[in-house]
């Protein structure tokens, strides 16, 4: 499984660029088992860092019903909440520190 290309590029220019915060990609992939038609998909990862705080994202992509969601602590985003999610969470982590 290859992370989406549009979806990695409005990501940095959107949150990379304006606030400051790295994102690393990690591509999920798909288990499959001999024998037998079981898979098991590990989800793309997106950690996203500032100030010494990480917050892990989890993206399953097209293999899920939901392709278009982001998921962020068992809660379900699109790209526009989970970006307005992620500007919050670093902006109160920075608030705790001052």
Known sequence: ????????EALNNKMAKHNGIKIDYYDGYIVMFDNVSVHA?????????????NLLVLH????HEDNDLFFVDGEKYTLLTMKKYIRNYFKNKSNINV
């Open 1 to 8: 499984m290859i992370f989406n290309e549009d979806t990695k």
């Open 41 to 53: 998909i590990t989800p793309h990862r997106l950690v996203f860092s500032k100030n010494g705080y």
């Open 60 to 63: 399953y992509d097209e293999y």
